[in-house]
């Protein structure tokens, strides 16, 4: 259980395009979910928390009109990168938490995001 | 905000020997210690946890302690093995169960 999925895998995009990454919760309701971005060899920071049917809240240093977050149901968010550049080329998780659960992160395979 | 510290960045031990990594963190309103492990390429996998009002938790050859007076958490692995090799992350977090990431460590089991 507690099976979290993003798609997609890898994305290889041009300067200037959107991409739109999907985080979904397979076998659970998740009334939050976090995106993170991890550099290679780095830790994970934390983007944005994502709560079902309201507006995200950004970390400090995020754009929020750069950095698109939809949560519209209780299994899917998602991610949409807006005019990207290769500083925005990184690996993109997500994680969830079970709605009524004890709060324990699962995370999604990642999406590893290339800008050329 | 929270600021979590984690040493060693990279720890190599003789299979059959214990691995330790330490945590500390300054936001004493945290109340939620995960551990994960993360190997290349892959998902961080959640691999034990604890909360405030435990100072231990044991599972299997993995071992938690925590000492909240003095703001810091400890992840203990014994007997390790080769597939224990991976970076591990320790976390805390409370209250809207938003974690804050220490950096990470590369743990090398040798065989």
């Known amino acids: 259980g507690a099976v979290v999925s993003q798609h997609p895998s890898r994305v290889i995009c041009k300067s200037g395009t959107s991409v739109k990454i999907e985080c979904r919760s397979l076998d659970f309701q998740a009334t939050t979910m976090f995106w993170y971005r991890q550099f290679p060899k780095q830790s994970l920071m934390l983007m944005a928390t994502?709560?079902?049917?309201?507006?995200?809240?950004?970390e400090q240093g995020v754009e929020k009109d750069k950095f698109l977050i939809n949560h519209a149901s209780l299994t899917l968010s998602t991610l949409t990168v807006t005019s990207a550049h290769p500083e925005d080329s990184s690996f993109y998780i997500c994680?969830?938490?079970?709605?009524?659960?004890?709060?324990?992160?699962?995370f999604g395979p990642g999406t590893r995001l290339t800008v050329l | 905000g929270e600021n979590v510290e984690q040493h060693p960045s990279t720890l190599s031990v003789q299979e059959g020997d214990s691995a330790v990594i330490k945590c500390t963190y300054s936001d004493s309103a945290s109340n939620y210690f995960p551990w994960y492990k993360q190997e290349l390429g892959k998902r961080p996998q959640l691999i034990i946890d604890i909360r405030s009002n435990v100072g231990e938790k044991k599972d299997q050859r993995i071992a938690v302690t925590l000492n909240k007076t003095a703001k810091h958490f400890s992840l203990h692995i014994t007997e390790t093995q080769p597939e224990d090799s991976a970076v591990y992350f320790c976390?805390?977090?409370?209250?809207?169960?938003?974690?804050?990431f220490g950096k990470g460590t590369k743990l090398s089991v040798i065989p």
């Open positions: 976390a805390a977090g409370a209250g809207s169960y938003q974690l804050t």
């Open positions: 994502s709560n079902e049917g309201s507006k995200a809240t950004y």
């Open positions: 994680s969830a938490i079970l709605a009524g659960g004890r709060g324990t992160q699962y």
